[in-house]
């Protein structure tokens, strides 16, 4: 039975909703089995999905002149026969007509409705999105979490952009380049730095170091103990300029003999503390390399069941537990400001004060709170357009072109590399 205190009827006739090129169906997660894998399904060449519930099965087929994707989900709260999702002139429609307590499309009942980029919907237990976008190269029309192919387990990820730059990390893994991790607070930088530490090859340790806290006189030893292993300077806009000072000393002197992969992180927008003095040019030339910007967690909607599921096998009992699909849906709505950092906190919590189910109850007032609205996604060729206007208008100075959107600067080095814009151009 659905939870009905937390949902609402939708009676309106749908306006189907364009997709980007590359429609994909994700499913997120069934919230009775946490433990069965995600999966994504390319629907380019798809006319109509229909879902129901069985055994994991995924089968296209052509009927009647439809081209059919097939989907049985391990679902017990699905039908049969559980709705299905059609491709109009305008975009995909959820029609559900016969199924026991039909579809929820964004928190919504409804019977028929219109599926847009990043739509979320509910059949039985089991939570889907749809979103149009990028495939990396070679992408399996149909692949589950636990198939995916990736260097490290910690850089699988069904969103085509992150997988294309993490594919990217791997070839340059095993080289000395630097490599530059931009994203706000928790969303992985050191996570994705030990990833390249472990397909580096190199004998010697990880060692991380928080560039805030760390004096000079400490700073000295903790670059020497990385030796023939990786350096990751977390926050390398904080180093103080005496460490810098120590740090360039260190891999400059042949007598030293050093060997130390630097891999680095910041939220900050390096190129302006240049500017500013702040940080040296010549320590910044030796960051510069390869740069790899991470995605917040609500811009990982697709990924949020997988990362969920690597979370709760790092908790005591956390693979025991279930979701209510109250929760669930409460999670998916919410913002994550904190991003996968935040997600864990949470779920450590909830396990501990559930019994055998997370419910709403069990999640902090934070996420419980109604989200704000999302804003309108602008059209890819507007947002270019006005990217490249204000690069040219504040000559490269990614800070003020995020003030000038209103975006994070990681959401503009997204954008950057989205586009392949080189950022250096517009400071000439």
Request: aromatic fraction near 4%; charged fraction near 25%.
């Amino acid at each position: 039975m659905q939870d009905e205190s937390s949902i609402t009827l939708s009676v309106a006739e749908p306006t189907p909703l364009a997709l980007p090129a590359h429609p994909q169906l994700f499913a997120i997660a069934i919230t009775d089995d946490l433990s069965e894998p995600s999966s994504r399904h390319v629907l380019d060449d798809i006319d109509e999905v229909r879902f129901g519930r069985g055994p994991h099965r995924h089968a296209r087929s052509l009927v009647e002149g439809k081209r059919v994707l097939e989907l049985r989900i391990p679902d017990g709260r699905m039908s049969t026969e559980h709705g299905k999702l059609v491709r109009t002139s305008g975009g995909w429609i959820l029609e559900d007509p016969l199924s026991k307590n039909g579809a929820i499309v964004n928190g919504a009942v409804s019977r028929r409705a219109a599926i847009g980029d990043d739509t979320v919907f509910e059949l039985g237990h089991t939570f889907f999105v749809v979103r149009g976008g990028h495939l990396e190269p070679n992408a399996r029309n149909d692949v589950r979490d636990d198939t995916l192919v990736a260097a490290h387990p910690s850089l699988a990820t069904f969103d085509g952009e992150l997988a294309d730059r993490f594919a990217a990390l791997a070839r340059i893994a095993p080289t000395n380049v630097a490599v530059m991790v931009h994203g706000d607070t928790g969303t992985g930088k050191e996570i994705v730095a030990r990833a390249v530490h472990g397909l580096s090859g190199r004998t010697g340790a990880l060692v991380a170091v928080n560039c805030i806290a760390m004096p000079a006189t400490s700073l000295e030893a903790e670059l020497r103990s990385a030796h023939r292993g990786t350096l990751f300077l977390d926050e390398v806009g904080e180093l103080p300029a005496a460490s810098q000072a120590t740090f360039l000393r260190l891999l400059e002197d042949r007598d030293t003999a050093l060997d130390a992969r630097v891999c680095s992180s910041t939220l900050q927008d390096l190129d302006a503390l240049v500017d500013k003095g702040v940080l040296r040019r010549d320590l910044y030339a030796r960051l510069l390399g390869f740069t790899v910007v991470l995605p917040q967690l609500r811009d990982r909607l697709v990924d949020f069941g997988l990362i969920t599921r690597r979370l709760l096998a790092t908790i005591p009992k956390g693979t025991t537990v279930k979701l209510a699909p109250a929760a669930l849906r409460t999670m998916l709505a919410y913002r994550w400001p904190l991003n996968i950092r935040e997600l864990g906190t949470v779920l450590t919590a909830a396990v501990a004060l559930c019994d055998g189910t997370i419910e709403t109850a069990h999640l902090p007032d934070a996420v419980r709170r109604t989200p704000a609205p999302e804003p309108e996604r602008e059209d890819p060729a507007d947002l270019r357009e006005r990217l490249i206007q204000l690069l040219t208008q504040h000559h490269g100075n990614v800070l003020a072109v995020s003030k000038a959107m209103k975006a994070r600067r990681t959401q503009v080095y997204r954008w950057v590399h989205r586009f392949n814009i080189r950022v250096d151009e517009f400071r000439r």
